[in-house]
């Protein structure tokens, strides 16, 4: 069964783990038993029932009322699987956009409006991310209406002031705003009377429209195959990859990047079978005319495809901690599972993810983000984001120290 995912954006207390655990009862996709502890939890601390403690995992979590770590939930709704995933932090968005589990599926942000929360800066920084990192389209779901007496007015102003940041960053996708208490389970799985007022749909069936309509990432049509491994199989060695985009038929000459060799398929296996051609999305073991310049990380081109770039690119990249001005020491990436050493880095701007605003800047600070050009020391094929996603983001590092993550643009 495909599982669609949804990724959960927002600030901490804003009713994140409690949207996932009211949505898990609300859907009957939680045991009774794991319902039972949450309550015996929450009596055991003086506290009312939570149902974000269904979710959480430590002592620790409990007793601060917070999530530490990423946090998954599967929930059966319409005969379908929905993995949602929590990110509390920017670093933990990032992994997730860089292992490509959230990149290009419909996210969730979780806004409060109860007062003196709303808006945060940090909602717009995990907006902003989930733009860059290629977010097909936004669910809003304005959260904790029964703080504001479920008042329709402050509802829309909340909404007036995401679409004026939406459109000060240029995201131009699909955005739809839900009014939800999580707590109470209003508008989460059914209609809310308590919201005569709001005429849309509630939140769960608003997610799987949305992923319906707009979930897929559209494939490139041109050949690409990242090789993860080459291994020996009888007298032959095999190399084992996924086909992220175009398809692969026997007998077609691929081009080895970055070694520029050609061979020839001689063989496809696709689920341990051996087949005449195989599409994008899977998983395939080779069998080739010469495998000698073949390793991991190595990409297959068609014969008369080349890369989008080989050596020197412009990228859009987010900082966690400060990228300088012709930067040069240390620096890597580590893009389709390679680490390739930078010559230099290049800042030419800086992007403000709280309000859009771009200005020229020799730095880009932590927590924000901008562009610039990178000059490899070796050859390395690179594809532009927009074209094929997973060969086109890469993670930024000085030594061990994790610095931020980019996409080519």
Not at 202 to 213: H, Q, R
Request: charged letters at 25%; proline letters at 4%.
């Amino acid at each position: 069964m495909i599982v669609n995912r949804v990724t959960l954006l927002g600030q901490k207390d804003h009713g994140k783990s409690t949207v996932i655990g009211n949505l898990l009862i609300s859907t009957g996709s939680v045991t009774p038993e794991r319902v039972s502890e949450a309550r015996k939890i929450s009596a055991q601390i003086g506290k009312p029932f939570e149902p974000a403690f269904i979710m959480d995992s430590f002592s620790e979590e409990r007793e601060q009322g917070l999530t530490i770590d990423t946090t998954r939930a599967d929930i059966v709704y319409n005969s379908k699987i929905f993995e949602f995933i929590d990110v509390p932090g920017h670093l933990e968005l990032l992994k997730n956009m860089m292992s490509g589990a959230s990149s290009g599926d419909v996210a969730v942000v979780v806004i409060s409006a109860k007062r003196g929360e709303g808006f945060t800066v940090q909602t717009r920084r995990h907006i902003f991310i989930a733009s860059m990192f290629g977010m097909r389209a936004l669910i809003v779901a304005v959260n904790k209406l029964d703080y504001i007496n479920y008042d329709e007015q402050k509802f829309c102003k909340i909404c007036d002031m995401v679409k004026a940041y939406l459109k000060e960053i240029g995201f131009e996708r699909p955005v739809e705003f839900v009014p939800i208490s999580a707590y109470s389970s209003e508008n989460l799985v059914k209609a809310s009377k308590k919201m005569p007022w709001y005429g849309g749909l509630p939140l769960m069936k608003a997610i799987d429209m949305f992923i319906s309509k707009y979930g897929e990432v559209p494939k490139g049509s041109g050949l690409r195959i990242l090789v993860q491994s080459v291994t020996e199989s009888g007298n032959e060695k095999v190399a084992f990859g996924m086909i992220y985009s175009g398809s692969l038929k026997l007998g077609e000459k691929l081009r080895i990047q970055p070694a520029g060799a050609l061979t020839a398929v001689k063989k496809i296996y696709l689920k341990g079978a051996s087949v005449k051609a195989a599409p994008a999305g899977t998983n395939v073991a080779l069998e080739l005319a010469d495998i000698s310049k073949v390793a991991r990380g190595s990409v297959l081109y068609g014969a008369e495809e080349k890369p989008y770039s080989m050596g020197r690119f412009e990228a859009k990249v987010f900082a966690i901690k400060s990228l300088h001005r012709e930067t040069k020491g240390r620096i890597h990436i580590k893009i389709n599972n390679n680490d390739v050493p930078i010559k230099l880095l290049n800042v030419l701007n800086s992007i403000s993810p709280v309000n859009g605003s771009e200005e020229k800047a020799s730095t880009i600070r932590p927590n924000n983000s901008g562009i610039i050009t990178l000059e490899l020391k070796s050859k390395y094929p690179i594809e532009n984001f927009a074209r094929c996603a997973e060969l086109g983001r890469f993670a930024i590092y000085d030594g061990n120290d994790f610095l931020g993550i980019g996409t080519v643009r």
